[in-house]
């Protein structure tokens, strides 16, 4: 029997015991915030975060697949097809550092045309009227056409826009928030200009794009060989990508050549499809067998490091004269022949295809909830 004496000792030490075990897990809670050009089958980044357990705090929108304000919509009815509206969405920025479509296309015009262009692509009135997302013309507009998710009745939370979303969660958790970039850096760019500290403050960034030596898969392959080891992400910014790969990240892990590794298929959508719920369809139904797993791969790195079965660490900058074929494109040095201004860099090369089949899987067939 405890004395009177030793009792109020012992709740005192277990409270302190229990009120340190807190602060530790909860300096050990991982976050993450989302930067994508989000489109009508979006949604297993985030999902596969979640199932991770790291806790999402938000979605931001970028231009690069199509404009920004298009793929943030498409991002509110990714989160509403699984009740996920508990995780907010800011709009990112709708322009480019630098770039504009006219500069986009007059570059093609000299050094040839890329197989997709995103948002910088010429306006197809007609396109559009069938599902196809905005390209040119005016970036504000919407196509409604496009949501095969269904159009989303929840809103944008505009008490702040993403890169500044991105600075006030890095500093409420300094080290454990990972940047997540599938699409143009232009937040990420901003926010790193915004505030000197936001890339050291923040865990990690994780790239999907950075190809190289694509080049003969580009011009002796067919179009859709061209088509995937086209650069996008980075051809959007090239400015903002060469600011945010140069920047003091603690890691930056890209997710290049690799993001093509493994393909989507028909018995993998069969697959998924045996747990029947509205990602499982929308999944099913529209994500197609053309591409390869380009978001969910990055994903999937960001949330298991060791679904990485091959990395290098070299330096990595981005071509940033206009003038050049290369405009956009990432180049990687090694230690001795590094240009002054570039930093170390973790490239993926090769990666668990059947984990991340399996981490796809596991979080449509059991997705998380609010």
């Known amino acids: 029997m405890w004395s009177s004496i030793q009792l109020p000792a012992l709740i005192i030490l277990a409270t302190a015991i229990s009120v340190l075990g807190d602060t530790d897990a909860e300096s050990e809670k991982r976050y993450a915030i989302l930067d994508n050009d989000w489109l009508a089958v979006s949604f297993l980044p985030f999902l596969m975060a979640m199932k991770g357990g790291m806790e999402v705090l938000g979605l931001v929108s970028d231009t690069a697949n199509s404009w920004q304000k298009q793929c943030g919509l498409h991002a509110l009815a990714n989160l509403e097809v699984g009740n996920l509206t508990c995780i907010p969405v800011y709009q990112g920025a709708t322009w480019p550092l630098i770039n504009t479509p006219a500069r986009f296309q007059a570059w093609e015009a000299v050094h040839g045309k890329l197989p997709f262009q995103g948002a910088f692509g010429l306006q197809n009135i007609s396109a559009e009227q069938q ?15 496009a949501f095969v ?13 993403g890169p500044s979303f991105m600075v006030q969660m890095v500093r409420k958790y300094p080290h454990q928030v990972s940047i997540y970039a599938a699409g143009a850096l232009t937040n ?14 923040a865990k990690e960034l994780v790239i999907m794009g950075g190809y190289v030596d694509f080049n003969m898969l580009q011009a002796g392959g067919d179009m859709e060989q061209a088509n995937i080891n086209s650069d996008i992400n980075l051809m959007s910014d ?17 997710a290049g050549n690799v993001a093509n590794q493994v393909q989507c298929t028909q018995e993998y959508l069969d697959e998924v499809y045996q747990v029947k719920n509205p990602y499982t369809a929308l999944f099913h139904d529209h994500y197609g ?62 990666i668990d295809g059947d984990k991340l089949k399996d981490m796809m899987t596991s979080a ?3 997705p998380p909830t609010c």
């Open 149 to 161: 998710e269904g159009f989303p009745k929840t809103q944008f939370d505009n008490s702040t826009n």
């Open 238 to 254: 090239p400015e903002a990508a060469k600011i945010a790969i140069n920047a003091n990240f603690p890691d930056i892990v890209i």
């Open 364 to 366: 449509m067939w059991e």
């Open 188 to 201: 990420v760019a901003l926010a790193v200009r915004m505030d000197p500290k936001f890339a050291s403050l």
């Open 131 to 145: 599902g196809k997302n905005p390209a040119s013309g005016d970036p504000n507009r919407v196509v409604e056409e």
């Open 289 to 350: 067998t053309k591409f390869p797993f380009w978001d969910e791969t990055a994903a999937a790195l960001m949330v298991d490091h060791s679904i990485a079965l091959n990395t290098t660490s070299l330096y990595a900058d981005i071509d940033i004269s206009y003038g050049s074929p290369g405009y956009g494109n990432i180049r990687l040095y090694r230690e001795e022949l590094k240009p002054p201004g570039v930093r170390e860099v973790t490239y993926v090369n090769r």
